[in-house]
T-cell receptor
């Protein structure tokens, strides 16, 4: 079946502009996660959603970052007033349920470059 | 807080050599442990996992045993192939299923 998909695959933007990154999780997966992969910081957690519960935003690096998940499916990560340090690969993952034992399936990522 | 430490790379081996990539962790409670792999140009994919102490995860000839007494989850393979060249990430999942990753180890296998 279809895996996690993300769009766009690449995004180049100018400093100060806003960007939106999209994630389509695997159908039926109730948990959705965003991570960031960068040279300096490795792989770091940003935010996750579980069903209709309030999202865990504890990994968001600043208030310029926000995310929403509509209808329990598609999620959008928004970065306002982008900075050069936001350049990274943004990864989305989903899992069947939110607990320690379920595998997280990752999408191919969106490579964001802020000039 | 929770953290994962894995050996720095790159690790360069000849085909059919034995592979060990060390991974140790710090966590409260009883985390699940994972190895993820990222092949060139591809996304992260789960290689193996273990959810409790003394469990052994295995897949594609790779193995790792959850050692609570040494807080370790070392990855091993008896005979590596060129196709195993990739970046390997050790990770843990504790409260809330957020994954905490190690820095990653680049493996290069020469023919």
């Amino acid at each position: 079946g279809a895996g996690v998909s993300q769009s766009p695959s690449n995004k180049v933007t100018e400093k100060g502009k806003d960007v939106e990154l999209r994630c389509d999780p695997i159908s039926g997966h109730t948990a959705l996660y965003w991570y960031r992969q960068s040279l300096g910081q490795g792989l770091e957690f940003l935010i996750y959603f579980q069903g209709n519960s309030a999202p865990d935003k504890s990994g968001l690096p600043s208030d310029r970052f926000s995310a929403e998940r509509t209808g329990g499916s598609v999620s959008t990560l928004t970065i306002q007033r982008t900075q050069q340090e936001d350049s990274a690969v943004y990864l989305c993952a989903s899992s069947l349920v939110q607990d320690n034992y379920n595998e997280q399936f990752f999408g191919p990522g969106t490579r964001l470059t802020v000039l | 807080g929770n953290s994962v430490t894995q050996m720095e790379g790159p690790v360069t081996l000849s085909e059919e050599a034995f592979l060990t990539i060390n991974c140790t962790y710090t966590a409260t409670g009883y985390p699940s442990l994972f190895w993820y792999v990222q092949y060139p140009g591809e996304g992260l994919q789960l290689l193996l996992k273990a959810t409790k102490a003394d469990d052994k995860g295995s897949n594609k000839g790779f193995e790792a045993t959850y050692r609570k007494e040494t807080t370790s989850f070392h990855l091993e393979k008896g005979s590596v192939q060129v196709s195993d060249s990739a970046v390997y990430f050790c990770a843990l999942s504790a409260y809330g299923n957020k994954l905490v990753f190690g820095a990653g180890t680049i493996l290069r296998v020469k023919s």
